[in-house]
C-alpha cells in the first residue's frame, strides 16, 4: 500500500501483476484506507473494450461517485459521439473543475485492447488536471505511451517483484493465521518455492 501512496506524486500508477500476484488484495485494502484522495472505481469487464461502452461507463462511475460530477444528462449521447481523442481532451476539461484531489482506478484493464480507446485514454492522461491521478490495475502491460511517461517522470509501475511478500511479511500472516513462529531454513524455502507471491504463500502456510 505505501508503493500506491507514491502514486500521489505521478499522474498515472501502473500496478501489474498475474493472477495470484496479490495485486487485486493490494488494491481492495487501499481502496478500503481512510483518507487521501476521493477514490473513485471503475472495473472494466471485457465488454468494454469498445469507445462509447468504455467511456460510458467511466463517465457513469464519475457521476455516482463524484459529489457534483455530470456529464450533462441528455448530452451524454453526443459526447459519446465524440472522436475519443476530443472526448478524451473534454473529459480533462471537466475533471480540471473537481475541486478535491480525486484519483480515477481502472480495474482489470488487460480487457482493453481497442486503439479508440486507448487513444481516448491517452488524451485524457496528456492533459490531466494536477488534482487528478489514474490509476491502471492489470494483469498485462497497456499499449499507452508509456516510454514517453516514463522519461518525464510520470509514471509509476508496479510490478509482481513489488507485490511479493517479504519474510516479515509472511512471518506476520503466519503468525495472524494461528500458525508457529517460523524458523530461518523453513521462511527461506517457502519464499524460494513461491517467489513471495501472496496467493502462493497463503496457500503454503494453511497446508
Known amino acids: 500500500m505505501l508503493l500506491l501512496e507514491q502514486g500521489r506524486r505521478v499522474p498515472l500508477t501502473l500496478l501489474l501483476g498475474p493472477p495470484g500476484s496479490g495485486k487485486s488484495t493490494v488494491l481492495r485494502q487501499w481502496l478500503a484506507q481512510p483518507g487521501g484522495p476521493l477514490k473513485v472505481y471503475c472495473p472494466v469487464p471485457r465488454r468494454e473494450d469498445e469507445p462509447r461502452r468504455f467511456f460510458r461507463t467511466l463517465l457513469e462511475a464519475l457521476e455516482r461517485q463524484v459529489p457534483g460530477f455530470s456529464a450533462g444528462g441528455a448530452a451524454t449521447g453526443r459526447l459519446l459521439r465524440l472522436p475519443p481523442a476530443a472526448l478524451g481532451e473534454w473529459l480533462a476539461g471537466r475533471l480540471a473543475q473537481v475541486d478535491e484531489p480525486l484519483c480515477l482506478i481502472l480495474d482489470d484493464f488487460q480487457h482493453i485492447g481497442d486503439a479508440d480507446v486507448l487513444a481516448g485514454l491517452t488524451a485524457l492522461l496528456e492533459r490531466l488536471p494536477a488534482q487528478v491521478r489514474l490509476l491502471i490495475a492489470s494483469q498485462t502491460r497497456p499499449d499507452l505511451p508509456l516510454g514517453r511517461l516514463q522519461v518525464a ?55
Not at 524455502?189 to 501472496?198: D, I, K, N, Y
Not at 496467493?199 to 502456510?205: E, V
Open 153 to 207: 517522470n510520470r509514471v509509476l509501475l508496479i510490478d509482481a517483484a513489488d507485490l511479493g511478500f517479504s519474510a516479515e511479511e509472511v512471518r506476520d500472516l503466519q503468525e495472524r493465521l494461528g500458525g508457529e513462529r517460523l524458523d530461518e531454513e523453513v521462511l527461506a524455502s517457502l519464499l524460494a518455492s513461491t517467489e513471495g507471491w501472496a496467493t502462493g504463500d497463503l496457500l503454503a502456510l494453511r497446508m
